[in-house]
């Protein structure tokens, strides 16, 4: 089970979707150091995100987005914070759409 899971309902469809977690990913890679892989689909994309003690998921569809992370020992005792920042940033991807 993971440790985070996020889902943030949208309106944007597949092709804006698919710009804003690209950046997201981008952006993540700067701040954090994290790898980021991106599979685009034809009905969902899948970002995989790996590093500084976080693996994760970004399940990107027309409607909505979908993250789940497992965290390391260390990224584990700041788990609030790590969440906090994930929707703060989520809420602040979809209300800049």
């Known amino acids: 089970m993971p440790d985070i899971q996020l889902s943030r309902a949208h309106t944007l469809g597949l092709p804006a979707a698919r710009q804003h977690a690209q950046r ?13 892989e991106y599979e685009p689909g034809d009905a969902q994309d899948l970002l995989r995100f790996s590093g500084n003690g976080v693996d994760g998921r970004l399940v990107v569809t027309a409607s909505a ?10 990224a ?15 809420d602040e ?3 800049k759409a």
């Open 65 to 74: 987005f979908e993250l789940e992370a497992e965290l390391g020992f260390l």
């Open 93 to 95: 991807l979809l209300t």
């Open 24 to 36: 997201w990913g981008e952006k993540a890679t700067e701040k954090f150091g994290v790898q980021c």
């Open 76 to 90: 584990a005792m700041f788990k609030d914070s790590i969440e906090a920042k994930l929707n703060a940033q989520f």
